[in-house]
């Protein structure tokens, strides 16, 4: 079996069939389209866009990392066709059920091919992830009306998810969060704060950023007891296919990064 620079696949294998046994999976109904000959075949798959996509532009990537332009987020402009080619083949939506267009795979399995991207190239690779995360986050809480708004453009890697927790004075604490929703009678909030650290936060690599925020709604109680989770667009999805700006905007804060490949070098 042909190693890759960036991963063993035999002990990858070793590790799914011989040591946590993923065809047993298989045994229940949930899984029992899969065997390992397809196992296998998505694995390959798996390698061959890690190959292709993502290892071949880690460097470059790493080199060239996002710029603020006229307050929007540009990336390597393969960020777009990686989101596509994960949107169209699947991977975004391998956990999810076949009811809504998923591949219904093992989360152990799709582990596996998770560390595939990410051992080629991790920042291109969590862009798909991210969306993935919050999408699965609509889908067992949200609403009917969130989950069909939402869900399908982020799974078809059209729309990037985020998680949009972190705030200024606020990281491993969260119970001091400021950001404040305030209801309206149409049934949606007005939400008025600041989100800080968002991996995949904007860019240009996606036609909307969905993020998944963290607010307290106003005269909430204090403490983790008053945190609501909503659903924030940056574009809101409108009639006859529509996007509407949502007032949500990015700014640059300076940080001292080292890039990742210089410090490889040493
Ligand atoms: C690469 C990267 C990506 C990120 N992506 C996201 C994202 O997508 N979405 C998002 O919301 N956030 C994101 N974050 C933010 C991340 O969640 C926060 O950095 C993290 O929660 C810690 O918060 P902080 O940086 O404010 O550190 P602080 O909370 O200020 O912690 C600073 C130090 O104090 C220690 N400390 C804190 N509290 C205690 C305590 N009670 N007892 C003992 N020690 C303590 C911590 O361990 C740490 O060493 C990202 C951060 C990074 C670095």
């Known amino acids: 079996m042909a190693t890759t620079k960036f991963i063993s696949e035999r002990n990858l294998r070793f590790l799914l069939y011989e040591v946590f046994d993923l065809e047993s999976l298989t045994d229940h109904p949930y899984y029992q389209e899969y065997n390992r000959k397809m196992f296998d075949m998505v ?16 460097e470059e990537m790493d080199q060239n990392p996002p710029q603020l332009v006229d307050g929007r987020v540009k990336v390597h402009p393969s960020v777009r066709k990686i989101m596509q080619e994960c949107g169209e083949g699947g991977w975004i939506a391998a956990g999810f059920e076949e009811e809504i267009d998923g591949q219904q795979l093992p989360i152990l399995f799709i582990s596996a091919c998770r560390f595939i991207f990410m051992a080629a190239n991790y920042s291109a690779g969590i862009y798909p992830e991210l969306t993935a995360g919050a999408a699965r986050l609509i889908t067992s809480f ?3 009306e969130l989950i069909e708004a939402y869900v399908p453009n982020m799974l078809n890697g059209n729309w990037q998810g985020t998680m949009a927790m ?26 008025k704060g600041q989100k800080i650290f968002i991996s995949a936060g904007d860019h240009d690599g996606v036609d909307n950023v969905v993020h998944l925020m963290l607010a307290k709604i106003e005269g909430a ?33 300076p940080m001292n990064c080292q890039k990742f490949t210089d410090w490889l070098r040493g």
Do not use: C, H
């Open 43 to 58: 694995l390959d798959a798996a390698v061959k866009l890690s190959k292709d996509l993502m290892w071949p532009i880690l």
């Open 142 to 144: 949200g609403s009917k």
């Open 166 to 191: 972190t705030e200024p004075q606020a990281g491993s604490y969260l119970a001091d969060i400021t950001s404040t929703a305030y209801p309206t009678d149409d049934g949606y909030y007005r939400i």
């Open 221 to 253: 109680p204090a403490g983790v007891k008053g945190i609501s989770l909503f659903v924030v667009p940056k574009l809101i999805p409108g009639a006859e296919d529509r996007l509407v700006p949502n007032d949500v905007t990015v700014f640059f804060s």
